[in-house]
Nanobody
Framework: QVQVVEFGGGLAQAGGSLRLSCTAS????????VGWFRQAPGNEREFVAA????????QYADSVKGRFTISKISANSTVYLQMNNLKPGDTAVYYC?????????????????????WGQGTQVTVSA
């Protein structure tokens, strides 16, 4: 089993920055592909960004391209989501998810069903 945990949510002003962290216990987290998703009240969960186990492949939602950066440090088994130029529309609960399957085949990492392991989520609120 893999237990995924997110850190770093909070309150920011529009134009500001936050950095989310994701780590896990139970398995070698660095071997997993990791995705970030978010869900705003009344909306479905949507894809934000994903990174392959090696860090060599990344994918972003169009809404965050150029503003968010996903990265990983294998040494400490942590994946980061650096969020810059935040907008009120970025307000949501952000979830980190891990996938063993995507480590073998980097295919459609934007699909939630690719990820069997999910964290509890961390709230990000951006004020105008």
């Amino acid at each position: 089993q893999v237990q995924v945990v997110e850190f770093g949510g909070g309150l920011a002003q529009a134009g500001g920055s936050l950095r989310l962290s994701c780590t896990a216990s139970g398995r070698t987290f660095s071997d997993y592909a990791v995705g970030w998703f978010r869900q705003a009240p009344g909306n479905e969960r949507e894809f934000v960004a994903a990174i392959s186990w090696s860090g060599g492949n990344t994918q972003y939602a169009d809404s965050v391209k150029g503003r968010f950066t996903i990265s990983k440090i294998s040494a400490n088994s942590t994946v980061y989501l650096q969020m810059n130029n935040l907008k009120p529309g970025d307000t949501a609960v952000y979830y980190c998810a891990a996938s063993w399957t995507l480590s073998f085949s980097w295919n459609a990492p934007n699909l939630p069903n690719k990820y069997p392991y999910w964290g509890q989520g961390t709230q990000v609120t951006v004020s105008a």
